[in-house]
């Protein structure tokens, strides 16, 4: 924290406090332990280097899930320029299964972290927020910029694609 | 996206009213499908969120606040009964980057302002921790050093402006500025002390004249910032 926020001391406790929500978050929406702590890395230097822009009175654990999740849309947008064309939904299918050992391993993870990424982004990170993180349809909505109604079909398409995944592997989920 | 769908999720997240819900339950019970689609979905989200929960109850170490840049400032140590008075001590080790290549030769000791409102001087004062850097308006960086209470009531913060050093005291006017000591150049080791013999005339004076007593621990001077410093 440099100089900027309007209450540095108590928004450094703040950020602290939401680190563990914050790297769950970051792990769910990259699919990969340390591309997760990367990014949750990514965010706390923004936000940190950003205090002045948060809003006194709002929530710094939203306001550092929103950070996040705009540098995690800007680090897939830039692998999109700088590699072959494909669809952030193929990325998010194959990420966790690039043959990289550190892949969370242990099963049940494993097992929830597939049926994650099985969905594009965008239901991805809505279904963290409220299913995961417990905001409210509003607060994922102010996090995410989008309408209540856009939230509400997010949810709703996650859910059918990764109840239709996990209908299509033996044994369900786990 | 039908609309059954997005009902569905609404109810199983507790978003809808109790008589939407009331209906939408009448509808499971009427349709078997629905109610296992229902079920499937919810031990879905009962599954994943249940194995993401660990991620969350991970300890937060030491290392891993040192990295994200949010370890906690060196706390400055309260002078012992033994030794001299603290303020004759400030210029103690902090280490790291904020003490290497800070210049510190006394030369001359600057006529102190009437008022610390300049520059974004008095507001960098008020909400930085010690040991933080703060950007003033002209771009100069200041570093409070820690904060001690006056005889008269008063708080007080050390401080360093780049090439000079500084106290100013807080009424309920605002800050002012009690004194401050000119360019300061580099001492060895990476410690921090005044050339000359150690001290700050002016500081120290100041210091004496203020009768300020022992430095806050950063957790004391934290908890004063968050209160806008009203434990007056």
């Known amino acids: 924290m440099t100089d900027s926020g309007p209450d540095s001391g108590a928004m450094r406790a703040e950020i602290i406090a939401a680190l563990p929500r914050l790297r769950r978050f970051c792990r769910g929406l990259t699919g990969h332990g340390e591309d997760g702590d990367d990014l949750m890395q990514s965010t706390v230097e923004r936000a940190l280097a950003r205090a002045y822009q948060f809003e006194t009175g709002s929530r710094v654990d939203a306001w550092m899930f929103r950070i996040a999740r705009n540098l995690h849309i800007d680090a897939i947008r830039s692998a999109r320029r700088r590699g072959p064309q494909i669809d952030i939904e193929e990325i998010a299918e194959t990420s966790g299964e690039d043959g990289r050992d550190t892949v969370e391993n242990r099963s049940d993870l494993a097992a929830a972290q597939r049926a994650l990424q099985s969905v594009p982004e965008d239901q991805r990170s809505t279904f963290l927020l409220v299913v995961v993180e417990g905001l ?22 996650a859910r059918a694609r990764i109840d239709a995944v996990v209908g299509r592997s033996q044994g369900g989920l786990q | ?51 993401l929960a660990p991620l969350a109850q991970e300890p ?39 003490a290497a290549g800070l210049a510190l030769v006394l030369v001359m000791v600057q006529r102190p302002a009437d008022t610390a409102q300049d520059g974004g001087l008095s507001f960098a004062l008020e909400s930085t921790p010690a040991l933080q850097q703060a950007r003033l308006a002209d771009g100069r960086t200041l570093v409070p050093q820690f904060t001690a209470r006056a005889a008269d009531g008063r708080w007080c913060r050390e401080y360093r402006v780049d090439d000079h050093a500084g106290i100013a005291c807080r009424d309920a006017k605002g800050w002012k500025v009690e004194a401050e000591a000119k ?8 410690d921090i ?34 209160q806008q410093w009203g434990d007056r």
């Open chain 2, 183 to 190: 360019d300061l150049g580099p001492v060895a080791d990476g």
């Open chain 2, 193 to 226: 002390q005044l050339a000359g013999g150690g001290t700050a005339a002016e500081i120290d004076a100041a210091n004496a004249r203020l009768k300020t007593a022992d430095p806050l621990d950063s957790v004391a001077e934290r908890a004063l910032i968050a």
């Open chain 2, 1 to 51: 996206m039908s609309d059954i769908e997005e009902r569905l999720s609404a109810w199983l997240d507790g978003a809808m009213t109790p008589q939407e819900a009331a209906a939408f339950e009448a509808e499971l019970e009427r349709d078997p499908a629905l109610a296992a689609r229902a079920a499937s979905w919810r031990a879905n989200d009962s599954f994943i969120s249940g194995a």
């Open chain 1, 136 to 157: 409210s349809y509003r607060e994922a909505a102010e996090v995410l910029e989008v309408p209540l109604g856009t939230i509400m079909s997010r949810l709703a398409r």
């Open chain 2, 60 to 98: 937060i170490g030491d290392d891993l606040l040192a990295r994200l840049g949010l370890a906690e400032p060196e706390a400055l140590p309260s002078a012992a009964n033994d030794n001299p008075p603290w303020w004759r001590q400030r210029w103690l080790p902090v280490g790291g980057a904020l």
